[in-house]
């Protein structure tokens, strides 16, 4: 009987552990700032804590520099992208993986809150409207995709041109979760799949 109470206990564990929901939080303004939540414990993903530390050990041999970059690859580029480009990179690079084969993951994410503001700037009206242009043509679709791939409960996009100012001024505020059974199960089924086309 004790065993079986103990069994029982641990299945409830586990059954928790699995329906609950991994939290990820995107704001951007000049640069990415993301962070992960799971239960009690929160990371942040990037910009690294200890990146700083890690350079600064690390800054006289010249191959430990470049190793980060080859190893990263895009992804990291697309993280590290700075200002309107960064942004723009960033929200093109999601809404490519939620066309993509990552569509399942998508439709599993829940979408609570998504923010972007972004007031067009230059140094004068004919550089503000191409650039104006160029946003609205990069980031509504871009947007659309997204909220459309995933469970979007609340979102608000406005790009605005303002020819009175010389810098732009960006603010992405973005709020999502998802469960983690959900995660295992793409990310076994990404792996069978992965096996099974090197088998052939």
Known sequence: MTVIIVL?????????LLISFVHVEIVF???????????FINYRVFPP?????????????????????????????LLKGRGLSGLLSLLGGLSRLAASSAKRLF???????????????????AETAVTYGRVCAAAY???????????CKRYE???FPDFNEKKTE??????????????MWIGLSTLIQG???LKT
Not at 107 to 125: N, Q
Not at 141 to 151: F, G, H, N
């Open 8 to 16: 029982g206990m641990i299945l409830a564990v586990i059954t928790l």
């Open 29 to 39: 303004t000049d640069q990415l700032l993301l962070t992960i939540r799971y239960l």
């Open 49 to 77: 804590q200890e990146q700083k530390k890690k350079r600064q050990k690390t800054t006289p041999p010249e191959k430990k520099e470049k190793e980060p970059e080859d190893k990263s690859g895009k992804l990291k580029e």
């Open 107 to 125: 439709s599993h994410l829940i979408i609570g809150r998504f923010f972007l503001s972004v007031r067009v700037a230059g140094e004068d009206a």
């Open 141 to 151: 679709p871009a947007v659309s995709i997204l909220v459309q791939a995933a469970r």
């Open 157 to 159: 996009a406005h790009i």
């Open 170 to 183: 960006i603010c992405l505020q973005s709020r999502a979760r998802i469960r983690l059974v959900f995660l």
């Open 195 to 197: 096996v099974k086309i």
